[in-house]
């Protein structure tokens, strides 16, 4: 499953690349992140902020240019946060995932005057750059790596946004939300136990020239 959709990202990604003038930009933003778990977890799980910072090209796929191909690289802080309570001790944990992201996705915007709205949807290669966690209980603190975290992410990403124009180019507002297809952990039981990262990211970012075909 995971080299079919790495095929998919790779060729979405070829096609973008070979089609009209692609516009760069910037963006950053932060990412409301958690995980989800089969079967689900005994303790206390809730979401945790992270940041993410990266560039993106944005192209025309039509001479409307209503239909458009985006690519983003991205620095993203994953992860969550879980309260339990263990021999009589309650501890808090904070788990965090970065990763560096390659993100394909088909933007459709609806162009007016001022602020053009979108739709958008695509893939999401994760590469994980580090997986750790930290307890903290009754003063005490220990800091560890994730023995069992996968090394690589696959998600989809939909969501909507506006772009705003601004100089030569745009201001572009982007909200997703990144629903993760990977089961993360790869122990032993990984067929009885998966865990499954998920987020709603806001960023805003600045194209330093218009896409068009």
């Known amino acids: 499953m995971k080299k079919v959709l790495c095929l998919l990202l790779v060729l979405l990604a070829v096609t973008m690349i070979a089609n009209?003038?692609?516009?760069?930009?910037?963006k950053a933003g932060m990412n409301l992140a958690s995980v989800t778990t089969d079967p689900e977890a005994d303790s206390d799980i809730s979401s945790?902020?992270?940041?993410?910072?990266?560039?993106?090209?944005e192209m025309s796929f039509n001479s409307k240019n209503t239909i458009m191909g985006r690519g983003s690289v991205m620095y993203v802080q994953k992860g969550w946060k879980e309260e339990y309570d263990s021999f009589g001790d309650h501890f808090e944990s904070t788990a965090s995932v970065d990763e560096l992201v390659l993100a394909p996705s088909v933007v459709v915007r609806f162009p007016?005057?001022?602020f053009t709205p979108f739709i958008q949807g695509g893939l999401e290669l994760g590469?994980?750059?580090k997986a750790e966690g930290k307890d903290e209980w009754n003063g005490e603190s220990e800091t560890y790596d994730f023995e069992n975290w996968s090394s690589t992410n696959i998600g989809f990403n939909i969501g909507a946004g506006g772009a705003i124009p601004?100089?030569?180019g745009e201001i572009v507002i982007d909200l997703i939300y990144n629903i993760g297809l990977s089961n993360m952990y790869s122990g032993d039981n990984a067929d009885?136990?998966?865990i499954k990262t998920n987020g709603i990211q806001l960023t805003l970012g600045?194209?330093?020239s218009t896409p068009t075909k």
């Open 166 to 168: 601004s100089g030569k």
């Open 48 to 57: 945790k902020f992270g940041i993410m910072l990266g560039g993106f090209a």
């Open 206 to 208: 600045y194209l330093f």
């Open 127 to 129: 590469l994980n750059l």
């Open 112 to 114: 007016s005057k001022g």
């Open 20 to 26: 009209a003038k692609p516009a760069f930009g910037i």
């Open 192 to 194: 009885d136990y998966s």
